[in-house]
């Protein structure tokens, strides 16, 4: 039985902030997002279809990349969360759900 990708979308987002903020090393944050992105783009492609898949990638990468300055409004760790958690409720809906 595969996992679920809800989780690891939203968990990679907040485990790849978490991983960079304690080693220093931003690359090896990016590392953990890639890993969980790449994962869950074979799963959406696979369950949901090229389409929701590219969607759902567009989502996650955007949110990442609207965190930073989501941050700077409401600080890092409510901006990590809010993204996180967008990213991974979408996955559901999308591709988990059914």
Do not use: N, Q
């Amino acid at each position: 039985m595969a996992v679920p990708t809800a989780p690891i979308a939203a968990g990679s987002l907040v485990g790849g902030y978490l991983v960079a903020r304690e080693s220093g090393v931003r690359p090896l944050g990016g590392v953990v997002l890639a890993a969980g992105g790449a994962y869950c783009t074979r799963r959406w492609a696979a369950t949901s279809g090229p389409a929701a898949a590219a969607g759902l990638l567009g989502l996650y990468l955007a949110g990442f990349g609207a965190s930073h300055p989501l941050a700077k409004k409401i600080g890092a760790w409510p901006s990590v969360l809010t993204v996180a958690a967008l990213s991974g409720a979408a996955a559901f809906v999308v591709s988990d759900r059914s």
